[in-house]
């Protein structure tokens, strides 16, 4: 068997039982807030824990999602500054479908529907009463992840073309790249530097902390639907994606946003048999396998210098998402081969 493909098994599997060792029988890790807790359903259905992942959906809805199925956290700070406002619910959706609960799943979705650009394709970014009507790639692309698993056609088909033509507006490789699209369709080119990092990804040595996650998730949306249809113009519009992954060189695969880029570049080799895009999907598993602590919990060295220096609200959330990026990694490729 593949080394990577094994080990990657291997390490999502302890990242997994970490988890389980530290929930509670309500499906909490008894401590506060929805941070450490919205990926756990996902990961856990994906590793065949359905009863488990139920529970732990089950205790974050009872907890944070309103009765128009809105979830947040308003004690989130982070979350507050991503300015993503959809994301839990739309990692709670996915995390839901995976586990066996349609019905939970479908009213969370219809929920993050009402916010797509019916002449874009966009998913908002902000939902609240002062959120401005911008649409941008993570939201968007994510959604589309997502309605490929609840069947969703029609949100599919629109943010296919919100995550295409975002790409065929700026090709140039050596160019920062913009998220976001106005309430006009316009690309969103103007903004606070403060809040430069929301609007565009750039280049580890002129930005701090780039988005390299949205970039990571419009290559794998394409290639997941490039699967499911065969559309050629998402198989190309993944394949520029993963070129501007790679034009922003090796320091996208040593980051804490590694992750999503591996299982996309996954995808691509077993579409494509690229040896560049293997080779890319195993240095972004090295990095996860290589920030792996004894105990099977996941430390980020790009955000804390030492492993006891790191709360344990982001060991849980991380520890859920590269246990999670690993087995779908692992997954794969296996069926790749």
């Known amino acids: 068997m593949d080394s990577y493909v094994d080990r990657a098994a291997k390490a999502s599997d302890a990242g997994i039982q970490w988890l389980l060792s530290h929930r509670t029988p309500e499906g909490s890790y008894a401590i506060q807030g929805l941070l450490p807790h919205y990926k756990t359903p996902m990961t856990l259905a994906a590793a065949g824990f359905l009863g488990e992942a139920r529970t732990s959906f089950a205790?974050?809805?009872?907890?944070?999602?309103?009765?128009?199925?809105?979830?947040?956290?308003?004690?989130?700070?982070?979350?507050?500054r991503r300015r993503c406002d959809l994301y839990e619910d739309l990692w709670l959706a996915w995390g839901a479908q995976s586990a066996g609960l349609p019905r939970e799943a479908a009213n969370i979705y219809h929920l993050c529907r009402g916010f797509q650009d019916p002449a874009t394709g966009g998913v908002r970014s902000?939902?609240?009463?002062?959120?401005?009507?911008?649409?941008?790639?993570?939201?968007?692309?994510l959604a589309g992840l997502v309605g490929l698993s609840v069947g969703d056609d029609e949100a599919v088909a629109g943010a296919l073309d919100f995550t295409r033509r975002l790409m065929a507006d700026q090709p140039d490789l050596p160019r920062n790249f913009f998220l976001v699209r106005d309430s006009k369709g316009h690309l969103v080119t103007s903004f606070d530097d403060?809040?430069?990092?929301?609007?565009?990804?750039?280049?580890?040595?002129?930005?701090?902390?780039?988005?390299?996650?949205?970039?990571?998730?419009?290559m794998t949306f394409l290639a997941a639907a490039h699967e499911r249809d065969g559309a050629p113009e998402s198989l190309s519009g993944a394949l520029a994606y993963a070129e501007q992954c790679m034009a922003r060189t090796d320091a996208i695969l040593r980051h804490h946003y590694t992750g999503?880029?591996?299982?996309?570049?996954?995808?691509?080799?077993?579409?494509?048999?690229?040896?560049?895009?293997?080779?890319?999907?195993?240095?972004?598993?090295?990095?996860?396998?290589?920030?792996?602590?004894?105990?099977?919990?996941?430390?980020?060295?790009?955000?804390?210098?030492?492993?006891?220096?790191?709360?344990?609200?982001?060991?849980?959330?991380?520890?859920?998402?590269?246990?999670?990026?690993l087995r779908l990694f692992s997954d794969t490729m296996r069926a790749g081969d």
């Open 59 to 80: 205790w974050i809805t009872r907890r944070f999602t309103g009765p128009d199925w809105h979830t947040r956290d308003p004690q989130d700070a982070a979350a507050a």
């Open 126 to 141: 902000r939902i609240g009463a002062d959120g401005e009507e911008f649409y941008d790639l993570r939201s968007t692309a």
């Open 194 to 218: 403060a809040e430069a990092r929301l609007f565009t990804v750039g280049f580890a040595e002129h930005q701090r902390d780039p988005l390299y996650y949205a970039l990571g998730l419009g």
């Open 260 to 325: 999503k880029i591996g299982w996309g570049m996954a995808k691509l080799y077993r579409l494509t048999r690229r040896p560049e895009h293997r080779a890319v999907a195993e240095q972004a598993a090295e990095h996860l396998l290589r920030t792996q602590l004894s105990s099977g919990a996941w430390w980020i060295p790009t955000l804390y210098s030492a492993p006891e220096e790191q709360p344990r609200a982001v060991t849980l959330d991380r520890t859920a998402e590269h246990a999670l990026w």
